[in-house]
């Protein structure tokens, strides 16, 4: 069965800051990678994702994230914070069930100061 | 404007009483999908539906049922025997596919026990 580990419940950075939040992922396929992010009381809305073209994945509002195969993982990255993206993040595995069945991980709280 | 919508945005239940989580949406999707999210636990699967009058369990269906009689629409009724409720309940829909298609959300009903 697949499954997602995000390594921190919370991650706090200052305005301006490097955002890296980690995702480790188990497959026994080679699985689909998503980050979606949840502003407080919404749903979810989808940054970016992995379907195995380019390792490289560039999303909306500055975020991008790198499959790692080797290191089974996709950690998503934004070169300089900002107020704006402190919210909550979750990165998803898909891909072994023929189906879109995303198993998400239990998210990571971004906490930006100016 | 294309998306998903679901009402109400907020539910109270009495003890003993089912009920009744709406779930409609425009964008011709033919999967769709129920999530519990609690806190710090991520997003959990209670069931999906991949065509009109067919639908699976989820990793947590217990005290859950659904049905699928629209293709835009997928009611979610809690109920009395679940026993612990009080949760952000999350629905989402997708093209059908082989697990890399973009599940899209709606904004969510908070269910409240009274």
């Known amino acids: 069965a697949q499954s997602v580990t995000q390594l921190g419940s919370h991650v706090s950075v200052s305005e301006g800051a490097l955002v890296l939040l980690r995702c480790n992922y188990s497959?026994?396929?080679?699985?689909?990678l998503f980050w979606y992010v949840q502003y407080p009381n919404q749903g979810l809305q989808l940054l970016l994702k992995?379907?195995?073209?380019?390792?490289l994945v560039k999303g909306i509002n500055g975020f991008e994230a790198e499959f790692k195969k080797s290191e089974t993982s996709f950690h998503l990255t934004k070169p300089s914070a900002h107020m704006s993206d402190a919210a909550e993040y979750f990165c998803a595995v898909s891909g072994d069930t023929g189906f879109q069945k995303l198993v998400f991980g239990t998210g990571t709280r971004l906490l930006v100061s100016p | 404007d294309g998306g998903i919508t679901q009402s109400p945005k907020y539910l109270f239940r009495k003890e003993g009483q089912n009920v009744t989580l709406s779930c409609e949406q425009n964008?011709?999707?033919?999967?769709m999908y129920w999530y519990r999210q609690d806190p710090g636990q991520g997003l959990r699967l209670i069931y999906y539906s991949q065509i009109v009058n067919d639908f699976q369990k989820g990793d947590i269906a217990e005290g859950y049922s659904v049905s699928r009689e629209k293709k835009e629409s997928f009611p979610l009724t809690v109920t009395s025997a679940q026993k612990n409720p009080t949760a952000f309940y999350l629905c989402?829909?997708?093209?059908?596919?082989?697990?890399?298609?973009?599940?899209?959300f709606g904004p969510g009903t908070r269910l409240l026990v009274l």
């Open positions: 989402a829909s997708s093209p059908a596919g082989t697990g890399q298609e973009t599940q899209y």
């Open positions: 497959s026994s396929v080679p699985p689909y």
């Open positions: 964008l011709n999707h033919d999967a």
């Open positions: 992995y379907t195995s073209a380019a390792t």
